[in-house]
T-cell receptor
Framework: AQSVTQPDIHITVSEGASLELRCNYS??????LFWYVQSPGQGLQLLLK??????LVQGIKGFEAEFKRSQSSFNLRKPSVHWSDAAEYFC????????????FGQGTTLQVKP | DAGVIQSPRHEVTEMGQEVTLRCKPI?????LFWYRQTMMRGLELLIY????????DSGMPEDRFSAKMPNASFSTLKIQPSEPRDSAVYFC?????????????FGDGTRLSIL
């Protein structure tokens, strides 16, 4: 069965520092991968997605993610974190291309220190 | 556009009571999804609809849960009778069409507490 693992439950970084959030997936075919962000008290917002092609994808709010098939990973990165980036981040995989159904990881909570 | 609208934002009720959560998807979106978020289990898909028809309800935990979509602009998730373990945040999401290329837009959720 398809699954998504986010190894880090909680991460704290200083404002201005770089960020990398890890995501590993288990899927037999070409995965369709997503990163979502959830601010406190709000729903999820799509940051970026990977379907095929260039393995480095750019998203909103200065985020990017790199797909590495050999490592079954899709890590999210940002060069310089802002205090407003404090939120929970979810990695997700779509098990099929024609339904929109998503399987989410457990999430990583990002805390930003001033 | 107003986005996906969920009501109520918060619900506190006693065990055994019926609970109804409501969702208004974005106009023109053909797909509607109901999710449940808990600390223990994370974000789980409960059921989704296409053109008001339930497509996959395999995530619905048990018969106490039911979902309907009587028209394109309204859906309900009902729990009867409610139990303390149903306490969670319930999200509704909609997407404009079939396929993963159509991103899901989420509402702000309903925080449900069953006492």
């Amino acid at each position: 069965a398809q699954s998504v693992t986010q190894p880090d439950i909680h991460i704290t970084v200083s404002e201005g520092a770089s960020l990398e959030l890890r995501c590993n997936y288990s899927y037999g075919a070409t995965p369709y991968l997503f990163w979502y962000v959830q601010s406190p008290g709000q729903g999820l917002q799509l940051l970026l997605k990977y379907f095929s092609g260039d393995t480095l994808v750019q998203g909103i709010k200065g985020f990017e993610a790199e797909f590495k098939r050999s490592q079954s990973s899709f890590n999210l990165r940002k060069p310089s974190v802002h205090w407003s980036d404090a939120a929970e981040y979810f990695c997700a995989v779509a098990p099929a291309s024609n339904t929109g159904k998503l399987i989410f990881g457990q999430g990583t909570t990002l805390q930003v220190k001033p | 556009d107003a986005g996906v609208i969920q009501s109520p934002r918060h619900e506190v009720t006693e065990m055994g009571q019926e609970v109804t959560l409501r969702c208004k998807p974005i106009s023109g979106h053909d797909y509607l999804f109901w999710y449940r978020q808990t600390m223990m289990r994370g974000l789980e898909l409960l059921i989704y609809f296409n053109n008001n028809v339930p497509i996959d309800d395999s995530g619905m935990p048990e018969d106490r849960f039911s979902a309907k979509m009587p028209n394109a602009s309204f859906s309900t998730l009902k729990i009867q009778p409610s139990e303390p373990r149903d306490s969670a945040v319930y999200f509704c999401a909609s997407s404009p069409g079939q396929g993963i290329n159509q991103p899901q837009h989420f509402g702000d959720g309903t925080r449900l507490s069953i006492l």
